[in-house]
């Protein structure tokens, strides 16, 4: 494993803190963007509280894309778009890690957002069309992350087009304890790991439940 | 467990076959439906090579939809609404089990249809307005279910608006060995159950297995 400086746009959230805390436990280099330097800073303490000795840092997304090896998006999608329009130049050619499901939850009522690209990792690679945008771990429960002293118990699914920055990904999920990750197609297939999202919210409303994916059938690969 | 009447709509298919060697295993009475009354006996005949002694009738849609308590649809989605259109009046107020993704397999590409009502489900219960529809089973593996001697390892998720039709379905899927059915919310949400069928069979291409879907973080209920 090689140590990676990996940023979050949107880390101040739920999803983009629990895969910071997680990745900051395997020993990478966190930096936290956000809209206000305050609330990253808050977010990188919330780190701190977990993995002691944590080496991450807080700032306005557009520095911390500059500072990022792979650019995670956890924004809520309502703010996806104009969020990757600003931050192109700054993300370049990176890798682009996209967690985002379109979804709102207007009147306490769920619905998934239709996107016109066809998903939100889709629009992101029409966004940003020299990154090499990952889609990937839409359906890990964000409260089970922040427990980083337990394993979570959950396949994560990862579409793309670009082979390398795929495995990259891949590599970089099997990373946090408990997590198998799966090739599920191309960046065309997001679209159905987004939209499952919804299924997962029901679940965990009449369950009561933390839900997350597994795959059976599939032979566990070997390790390391 | 009381024994029904189990009726399938095109129960020729691999999935319908599985799922009709499942339920006669588990004791019910299995009507298997097809246009062809020689392919629906010689359907049965499968049945009863993997369950001895297996109460199974073979006999054209129409009269198979007559005699089942319960009727299962399980068709390629090209001729989903002729079908049901055609059926309609024998189906009246039953309740009906959508097993079917919309999907094309043109040219060996596989691609998700639009259904303008929404799903295949839904489509279903625009076409049989009296029938109580509830959408499962899409994501269990047909070759899996055939082998009747094994469990399989999945969860079943089940989604319709009519709760007494959903449960009567739950308890029924939990009758396969090795399977936990989960409800997945109302049949709005059947969508992103028959539409995630192209990440298993994604999966299925490239790792060469035969994939199912389970649930982590939902506490097991027990059974009984």
């Known amino acids: 494993m090689s140590v990676e400086v990996l940023s979050f746009i949107g880390g101040t959230g739920p999803e983009g803190l ?12 966190i930096v936290i963007g956000s809209r206000s330097p305050e609330r990253a800073q808050q977010a ?30 956890t924004i ?12 192109a130049p700054a993300i370049g050619a990176k890798v682009v890690v ?9 009147g306490g009522k769920m619905a998934v957002i ?8 889709e629009q992101a690679q029409a966004l940003l069309p020299q990154a090499r945008v990952v889609a990937a771990f839409h359906h890990l429960d964000a409260s089970q992350l922040m427990r980083v002293e337990r394993p ?11 082979r390398e920055a795929k495995e990259r990904v891949m590599a970089l999920a099997e990373e946090i304890e408990g997590v198998r990750a799966l090739d599920g197609g191309p ?12 299924i997962l919210l ?7 439940a933390r839900s997350s994916l597994k795959i059976s059938g599939i032979p566990t690969r070997p390790k390391g």
């Open 114 to 121: 239709a996107v016109p690209e066809g998903s939100a990792a």
């Open 44 to 73: 990188v303490e919330k780190i701190r509280a977990r993995v002691p000795g944590a080496r991450a840092a807080g700032m306005v997304n557009q520095e911390a894309v500059g500072r990022g090896d792979i650019v995670f998006v």
């Open 98 to 106: 996209d967690v985002v499901s379109p979804l709102s939850f207007e």
């Open 152 to 162: 979570v118990e959950a396949d994560v699914l990862v579409c793309a087009d670009h």
């Open 202 to 208: 029901s679940l965990n409303k009449t369950y009561k």
């Open 18 to 29: 629990g895969l910071a805390v997680r990745f900051a436990a395997a020993g990478h280099e």
């Open 76 to 87: 809520p999608f309502a703010g996806h778009r104009d969020t990757l329009e600003a931050l």
């Open 187 to 198: 960046v065309a297939n997001s679209r159905y790991l987004e939209e499952f999202t919804v």
